[in-house]
T-cell receptor, first 115, second 110 residues
Framework: EAGVTQFPSHSVIEKGQTVTLRCDPISGHDNLYWYRRVMGKEIKFLLHFVKESKQDESGMPNNRFLAERTGGTYSTLKVQPAELEDSGVYFC?????????????FGSGTQLSVL | QKEVEQNSGPLSVPEGAIASLNCTYSDRVSQSFFWYRQYSGKSPELIMSIYSNGDKEDGRFTAQLNKASQYVSLLIRDSQPSDSATYLCAAERGFQKLVFGTGTRLLVSP
């Protein structure tokens, strides 16, 4: 079974440019999460999709960040325009639906560097 | 004060020893706690979850939770060099909305 896949693994862009990160969750997983780790800090929650709907986007830093989940499958996270403080590792995670204690599976992350 | 606190380490132990990793949390609302292991450049991998006070054992790993003291720990028995990684403690704040510590780096020397 394929795990959570993220593209690209690394992205280097200049301040002011746009970057789009992609996450392919494990097939059949309704829950999809974005987390971010900036240098020296802890991993922080950004938002949560249930299928194609945003369940919780309380962790999104500002309106330069836009997350979508087309048809409840893969998800994209766009940063426009990128700022220096957006640099970090962006993790995607997924889990099956339901209210039980489902295991959360993480991808290996996208390392974003804004210069 | 951070919501989940961990010593950054590194914690160095010899092969075969017990590694003890500790974590404290500030929000008493949290009921579920997790330990993730992350190798450099890889994805965080869930190794233990614990929901009630006491100990939970799984192979060489034992998680301990003390809600009165707001304290979570992970013991790794018979530590192996392959256990060398960063261990992340996380508290659940809402459905799978995790609050992480900064992680403790563990080094197991042969």
């Amino acid at each position: 079974e394929a795990g959570v896949t993220q593209f690209p693994s690394h992205s280097v862009i200049e301040k002011g440019q746009t970057v789009t990160l992609r996450c392919d969750p494990i097939s059949g997983h309704d829950n999809l999460y974005w987390y971010r780790r900036v240098m020296g800090k802890e991993i922080k929650f950004l938002l949560h999709f249930v299928k194609e709907s945003k369940q919780d986007e309380s962790g999104m830093p500002n309106n330069r960040f836009l997350a979508e989940r087309t048809g409840g499958t893969y998800s994209t996270l766009k940063v426009q325009p990128a700022e220096l403080e957006d640099s970090g590792v962006y993790f995607c995670a997924s889990s099956q639906g339901g209210q039980g204690k489902e295991k959360l599976f993480f991808g290996s992350g996208t390392q974003l560097s804004v210069l | 004060q951070k919501e989940v606190e961990q010593n950054s380490g590194p914690l160095s132990v010899p092969e075969g020893a017990i590694a003890s990793l500790n974590c404290t949390y500030s929000d008493r609302v949290s009921q579920s706690f997790f330990w993730y292991r992350q190798y450099s450049g890889k994805s965080p991998e869930l190794i233990m979850s614990i929901y009630s006070n006491g100990d939970k054992e799984d192979g060489r790993f034992t998680a301990q939770l003390n809600k009165a003291s707001q304290y979570v720990s992970l013991l790794i028995r018979d530590s192996q060099p392959s256990d060398s990684a960063t261990y992340l403690c996380a508290a659940e704040r809402g459905f799978q909305k995790l609050v992480f510590g900064t992680g403790t780096r563990l080094l197991v020397s042969p």
